[in-house]
């Protein structure tokens, strides 16, 4: 199996910028795409960013030009950094992989436990 930890988070004022990180461990075979989702209280998940294997990102309008999304295939770590955060960025983000665990055909989705985000204004 596979897991994701998130390291973190934290309460920062409005304006200010925060970073988060990802590591994966456990049997990985390889790692497709990753990303991070949040999700505030009372709403749906949602997308944040994601980044594929080979650097490719796609953003969540809410966030562009904002944050930034980067990863380290050595390390199989995805980073976020967030900056001119707004009191809306308020939320729990979640790690997330596209992985190969052990084998080239044993592909799944793989959460972190998320890490809580608090904007204040």
């Known amino acids: 199996q596979v897991q994701l930890v998130e390291s973190g988070g934290g309460l920062v004022q409005a304006g200010g910028s925060l970073s988060v990180s990802c590591v994966a461990s456990?049997?990985?075979?390889?790692?497709?795409?990753m990303g991070w989702y949040r999700q505030a209280p009372g709403k749906q998940r949602e997308l944040v960013a994601t980044?594929?294997?080979?650097?490719?990102?796609h953003y969540a309008d809410s966030v562009k030009g904002r944050f930034t999304i980067s990863r380290d295939n050595a390390k199989n770590t995805v980073y976020l950094r967030s900056d001119s955060l707004k009191p809306e960025d308020t939320a729990v983000y979640y790690c997330?992989?596209?992985?190969?665990?052990?084998?080239?055909?044993?592909?799944?989705?793989?959460w972190g436990q998320g890490t809580q985000v608090t904007v204040s204004s």
């Open positions: 997330y992989a596209d992985v190969r665990g052990g084998s080239y055909y044993n592909r799944y989705d793989c």
């Open positions: 456990g049997s990985i075979f390889s790692i497709n795409a």
């Open positions: 980044i594929t294997s080979s650097g490719s990102t």
